[in-house]
């Protein structure tokens, strides 16, 4: 009875053992493989080595062509058109001129080119009605011609107002573009970019067409041949003024003489151009003879 006791216990524990063997056996082949469907491990790629993912050919033409349509040309304008800031500025044209100033020259038959040609830089327009008149001023500048109001004033001409043909024997003005000469002064010199001379007791300007000094200032009688010539001491709108290059030599015979722009006593003058002192004193303060100042008489 013991021995059979024993032998069965034996047996119990090998079987218990061997169940718990199988046991174990069959949990561990679960955890490791279920059925062969366990996912292997990624791989470890190190982070050096990863390349970019490739796009397709027509992706990277749509990354690197040029846009189309509106945004095209915007591209196209912000990549290939130059700034504001670097664009050429064209230069001012020579002819560039206030309407009003073109109007008189159109008038009295000159243009901004006219004096573009002549290098005048300084423009004195006389613009007449009867005897009376109109004066203005321009100067040219890197902007074009602009007008210096300030020396907008009335003045007077001629009795006989102006003309084409002029003469010795007529009391007008003559019309036409001229340049300035030098000014003139009785006492004290003006303010000036002019040349100038002082009248004296010994300043004569013949007026004779026969003398060989017609239309031309001399010192002194020692040699006179005139017959004629305005002794300019003594006329007193003289005190300030400057010279009309009209008929200048060589002249033409008897066609005019001492056209002059000096201080005016109020009315109409024997051909010369006239204004107020304080106007012919602005006038001479303003004129430049490095400008090559004209004066053009309507």
């Known amino acids: 009875m013991s021995k059979l006791n024993k032998t069965q216990t034996a047996g119990v524990v090998i079987a218990i053992v061997a169940l718990v063997l199988l046991v174990g056996g069959v949990v561990l082949f679960f955890l490791t493989d279920p059925f062969g469907k366990e996912a292997p491990p990624k791989p470890t790629v190190p982070a050096a080595t990863v390349s970019p993912p490739v796009s397709s050919p027509d992706e990277a033409t749509r990354d690197t062509a040029a846009p189309t349509g509106t945004a095209a040309s ?62 203005t001023f321009y100067e040219h500048t890197p902007a074009g011609w602009q007008q210096d109001e300030g020396l907008t004033c009335p003045g007077f001409v001629g009795m006989n107002g102006t003309t084409p043909e002029m003469s010795e024997s007529i009391a007008a003005t003559p019309q036409g573009l001229y340049s300035v000469g030098s000014a003139f002064y009785q006492n004290s010199p003006p303010a000036t970019g002019l040349n100038t001379f002082a009248i004296t007791s010994d300043t004569y300007w013949v007026d004779d067409p026969d003398s060989s000094h017609y239309n031309q200032k001399v010192i002194g009688s020692d040699n006179r041949d005139w017959n004629s010539a305005e002794h300019m001491s003594n006329i007193s709108g003289y005190r300030y003024g400057f010279v009309i290059n009209y008929n200048i030599p060589p002249t033409g015979y008897a066609r005019g003489s001492a056209i002059f722009f000096h201080i005016g006593n109020g009315g109409p003058t024997h051909g ?22 004209h004066i053009l008489i309507i």
Do not use: F, R, W
């Open 74 to 135: 915007a591209a196209a304008s912000e990549s290939t058109a130059p700034s504001e800031s670097s664009e050429t500025t064209a230069p001012v044209e020579e002819a560039t001129a206030p309407s009003a100033m073109q109007a008189l020259l159109s008038e009295g038959g000159c243009s901004v080119e006219e004096l573009e040609s002549i290098a005048a830089n300084q423009l004195i327009i006389v613009h007449s009605s009867g005897t009376s008149a109109e004066i």
């Open 272 to 293: 010369c151009v006239s204004a107020t002192e304080d106007m012919v004193l602005a006038y001479l303060a303003k004129l430049d003879a490095n400008k090559n100042p």
